[in-house]
Antibody, heavy 121, light 107 residues
Framework: EVQLVESGGALIQPGGSLRLSCGASGFNFGSYSMNWVRQIPGKGLEWISYISSSSNTIHYGDTAKGRFTISRDNGKKTLYLQLNSLRDEDTAVYYC??????????????WGLGTLVTVSS | ELVLTQSPGTLSLSPGESATLSCRASQSFSSGTFAWYQQRPGQAPRLLIYGASGRATGIPDRFSGSGSGTDFTLTISRLEPEDFAVYYCQQYGSSLIFGGGTKVEIK
C-alpha cells in the first residue's frame, strides 16, 4: 500500500524557517517524481514544487521561488521542503504528493494527510 | 498566466442524481496534463481522473471525464452519499494550477 506521511509542521514566527519531511513507503520511491502542494484552511489547493526521481529537474510555483527549496533522499525514501522567510500567508496544510508519471504537471496520484504550518507571532 | 475557472461554485443535488462539473481554462494546453480530484472534509485530495478522461486506480465507473483544449467536464452519475465533496480540476501550463473548486452538496 502506498503511504506518504508528512511531518515537521509547527507554529513558527514570521521570518522563521522550517523543514518539512515526507516519508514514503509501499512503492519504489526512487522511481517517482514528487510534489509539494499546500492548502490554506478552508481554501483551495496551491502547487508549490516538483522534483524528478533523480533530483535532476526541479520546478517551483511563483509562491515558492526564492524562499522554499525542495529536495529528496532516495536512500531514506524521504522528500523534503525547506521553508525560509516564512510569512503569515504561508499558514497552510502542506501535502506531499506523488506524480503519476515522470513529467512535471502530470496528475498527482497519491497524497499524504498533510502537516500544518502556522506562521504567527 | 493560466487560470482555471470551475462552475458552478456549488451544486445542490440529491443522492441518485447526476452531477456535471465544468472547468474552463484561460489557455489551451495538453489534455494529457488535465486532472480532476475529489476532497472530502478533513481528508487529502484524491485523484479521480487523469489525462482528461482516464479513471485513476480504484475509482468507480460512475465518474467520467471529458473535454479538450480549454473546456473540460467531470460527470458523476448516480451520486452516492460519499460523493458529496469538493472537486478540483488541475492543469499544467508553465506551472501546475488548480481550479477554485466545486462543492457538491446534498440538497
Amino acid at each position: 500500500e502506498v503511504q506518504l506521511v508528512e511531518s515537521g509542521g509547527a507554529l513558527i514566527q514570521p521570518g522563521g524557517s522550517l523543514r518539512l519531511s515526507c516519508g514514503a513507503s509501499g512503492f519504489n520511491f526512487g522511481s517517482y517524481s514528487m510534489n509539494w502542494v499546500r492548502q490554506i484552511p478552508g481554501k483551495g489547493l496551491e502547487w508549490i514544487s516538483y522534483i524528478s526521481s533523480s533530483s535532476n529537474t526541479i520546478h517551483y510555483g511563483d509562491t515558492a521561488k526564492g524562499r522554499f527549496t525542495i529536495s529528496r533522499d532516495n536512500g531514506k525514501k524521504t522528500l523534503y521542503l525547506q521553508l525560509n522567510s516564512l510569512r503569515d500567508e504561508d499558514t497552510a496544510v502542506y501535502y506531499c504528493a506523488r506524480s503519476l508519471g515522470p513529467r512535471v504537471g502530470i496528475a498527482l496520484d497519491y497524497w499524504g494527510l498533510g502537516t500544518l504550518v502556522t506562521v504567527s507571532s | 498566466e493560466l487560470v482555471l475557472t470551475q462552475s458552478p461554485g456549488t451544486l445542490s443535488l440529491s443522492p441518485g442524481e447526476s452531477a456535471t462539473l465544468s472547468c474552463r481554462a484561460s489557455q489551451s494546453f495538453s489534455s494529457g496534463t488535465f486532472a480532476w480530484y475529489q476532497q472530502r472534509p478533513g481528508q487529502a485530495p484524491r485523484l479521480l481522473i487523469y489525462g482528461a478522461s482516464g479513471r485513476a486506480t480504484g475509482i468507480p465507473d460512475r465518474f467520467s471525464g471529458s473535454g479538450s483544449g480549454t473546456d473540460f467536464t467531470l460527470t458523476i452519475s448516480r451520486l452516492e452519499p460519499e460523493d458529496f465533496a469538493v472537486y478540483y480540476c488541475q492543469q499544467y501550463g508553465s506551472s501546475l494550477i488548480f481550479g477554485g473548486g466545486t462543492k457538491v452538496e446534498i440538497k
